[in-house]
């Protein structure tokens, strides 16, 4: 068997040491490929109470920051792998942002006497360390780590994989202001990268030229132009486009079409339009849905519209469905 040497190697680091070199700048606990936060104060807070109590948590991989060298001090910066929620709560503990009003018996940091401040600060922390390991090796092991962490989504992976062409233009359009006004995705969501993974799945789509279940080929298209994306312009001409027509319909938040299901097919449906339906028209499709749900609309094409809104939503066939629906009462503007 092959002898593979070992790029990861491990030692302890006192809390109070790591703390020091996040607050001076050596080390960097966002690197870009590292995911959200999603931790609430309670769990916050939980894994602090682990630390004042002395239990072991899982290691910390660091590696050094091959693209920034503090010259000044000589010294390299490092970046988090993996372990960037745990130091930032501890930072927030430290500084006093991370109140306890959970019912957690914890005591604020600035609240413990100095020896548990001291056994606090003397915690050793288990990290392994990537040194020079390269930025492609350190985003294979990102991914590796979190392919046994069942909390880490498809699209947090991929964001920790690529950083190219198709998935930059995915972020771009996530934070557009045209998009940041529709109110279908709430804070919870943004915190796992939902946003993202969902306008990745609507310029996959394009890009199939026909729908496909799930987010089965998302990864492929993110892979495919990770390099070189020679529609990217055009993408974002029609996707904005698009969001700028829906924010134009001046929809109530508790419209249906805000619905992450009828959002998809509204924004894919609307993508492929030169001339975009009046408002009037949304709204129409709307009251008919809603009127087949509460069984006041004998069409048929509008009661398996909104079944297809709940049972399935993101199977090929309920996706192609609810395309077929849209377009035969807008697109082709037929009478209902």
Known sequence: MKDYP???????????ELYGKIKDGSLDVKPDFQRRLVWNTKHKLE???TILKGYPFPEIYIANDEDEEDTD????KELVVDGQQRLTTIVQYIDGK???NSGLSILNFKDLNNDQKRHFLNYPVTVRDFRDVDINTIREIFRRINLTQYSLNAFEIDHAIYDGEFISLAKEIS?????LAIPTFREKDLSRMLDLGFILLIMATIENKGYFSYDKEVERYTKEFNNEYSNKKIIKDKLIRTLNAINKYKLSDDSIWFRKSNLFTLIIELSKLEQMPSGNA???FEKSVIDAKKGNHSN???VEYYSNMFTGTNSRQARVQRGNVFRKYIVDNKNH
Do not use: G, H, V
């Open 175 to 179: 934070e557009n202001s045209k998009f």
């Open 98 to 100: 991370l109140l306890s």
């Open 282 to 284: 949304i709204s129409e």
């Open 6 to 16: 070992s790029i990861a190697i491990p030692s302890t680091k006192k809390i109070s």
């Open 300 to 302: 048929t094409d509008f």
């Open 47 to 49: 894994f602090i109470d």
């Open 73 to 76: 001090s000589l010294r390299s």
